[in-house]
């Protein structure tokens, strides 16, 4: 969308319901279902893809899922994916099509974790950032001087 | 332990693995070595990386100490430390330096050298000295493997050209044993120094970026610096060009966090609290 990896798929399924949750039965092992859970799923159909190699164009897919009642993010995982298998492919173009970039950006857990990270002290490294604001600083008066 | 969690809260396997990385790391001094990175029970970047390491090295007759900013007390190294405490039990904790036997640390080195006998534990939150020049991990991998840095070099020499000043304040890249540059994780410039032949072994851990690196003890390391313009640490001389001291132990050597007091006056002491308290003891006999 926007230019940054176009895609604009057409939703060719998009579904919300509750799945069964197995587990493997603490004494026998067999899989026995133990709940269920509300899931969203959608799969998209995205524009074809032709090859360098002649080869016959076709439709791609792309797949997304996820936990609770919440279709745009299931849409938007299933974009995602079509966007980075074209990345894998053909070599990302745009940055949703770099797996290091969506991955390490989109998950929680990673993103999160790191920004909760700025409310620790940072006093001794801006300190550090003062030395150098001051001594380019002063460096810049002097030459106007 | 009583409780059903392992000494040190890691299973046996991810120690054995963080092990064999820290091997690796040692052997291939400045290398990023990748490994799988535990999900612990805190947030990634507060320290998980350096956390890892620390429970994996550590063992019953271990004295620990874990500082933060340079100090014991700050809320990180507290944090941390009662959690080593509460899941490695029989170990000692200090926040004397000399006592120490493996030392964690978030933003410093300690003041006084360290010995041989001693590890040198340092959280990272961005291993990659490249990563300002190259988002692409897979671009910076050969980069490093061919110890291409150019593109690091024409930085420097571009703020240079801006600024007539290399502008990197912390976290500046080093070269370690002539091939790998490191990011060594945010310690002031100050205490880049302190990496070069170092008597102790010192490791790196990035937990969010699942790296383990390491400047193996007599090792040699260099700042990046052109042989026309050096490398310069935190100057910290007042308008009379006399080095400034700290307010509370008088030393005219030590990294100092600057602040204004309740008299709205500057004011200037060491950020290594157990320096500054050794010091002070010195003083008064
Ligand atoms: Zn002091």
Redesign the interface.
């Known amino acids: 969308m926007r230019g940054y990896g176009d895609v604009h798929p057409t939703v060719a399924e998009l579904r919300v319901g509750y799945l069964p949750v197995m587990l493997p039965h603490p004494i026998t092992g067999e899989l026995t279902e133990a709940g269920e859970v509300l899931m969203t799923e959608c799969e998209v159909v995205a524009t074809y893809q032709g090859d360098d190699n002649k080869a016959a164009p076709t439709f791609t897919l792309g797949y997304g899922a996820c936990f609770g009642h919440n279709e745009v993010k299931a849409i938007s995982m299933a974009i995602l994916d079509r966007a980075l298998q074209k990345g894998m492919k053909d070599g990302p173009e745009n940055p949703s099509e ?1 797996p ?2 969506v991955l390490l950006h989109v998950d929680g ?2 993103s ?6 700025y409310k ?6 801006f ?6 604001l001051r ?2 600083q002063q ?2 008066e002097a ?1 106007h001087e | 332990m009583s409780n059903g969690i392992n000494f040190a809260f890691l299973d046996e396997y991810a120690k054995r693995e963080i092990r064999r990385s820290v091997l690796k790391a040692i052997c291939i001094p400045g290398y990023q070595v990748p490994y799988s990175s535990r999900e612990m029970p805190m947030g990634r970047g507060f320290g998980t990386g350096g956390l890892q390491l620390t429970l994996a090295l550590i063992g019953a007759n271990d004295t620990l100490k874990v500082i933060d900013q340079g100090s014991d007390d700050s809320v990180n190294a507290v944090n941390l430390r009662k959690f080593i405490e509460m899941t490695c039990p029989g170990i000692d904790t200090t926040t004397r330096l000399q006592e120490a036997t493996l030392i964690q640390s978030r933003h410093r080195i300690p003041e006084q050298a360290l010995r041989a006998d001693q590890i040198l534990v340092l959280q990272v939150p961005y291993p990659d000295a490249l990563v300002i020049v190259e988002p692409s991990e897979d671009k910076r991998k050969v980069m490093h493997g061919e110890a291409d840095y150019s593109r690091l070099l024409v930085k420097l020499y571009e703020d240079i050209v801006k600024f007539d000043e290399i502008t990197i304040s912390h976290r500046y890249p080093t070269r370690i044993n002539g091939h790998y540059i490191i990011d060594p994780s945010p310690i002031p410039r100050y205490d880049v120094p302190k990496l070069h032949n170092s008597n102790a072994l010192i490791l790196f851990g990035a937990g969010r970026e699942k790296k383990i690196y390491a400047v193996p003890p007599h090792c040699p390391a260099e700042p990046l610096a052109f042989d026309d313009v050096p490398f310069r640490i935190e100057d910290f001389t007042d308008n009379h060009g006399e080095r400034r001291a700290c307010k509370l132990c008088g030393s005219q050597e030590s990294f100092l966090d600057e602040f204004i007091d309740e008299q709205g006056e500057r004011v200037y002491q060491c950020s290594d609290s157990d320096y500054c308290e050794q010091q002070q003891e010195l003083a008064h006999g």
Do not use: C, L, W
């Open positions: 770099d290091e970039f857990i990673d999160m974790g790191f920004a909760s990270h620790m002290p940072h006093y001794v490294t300190q550090s950032d003062m030395d150098r001594t380019t460096k810049q030459n």
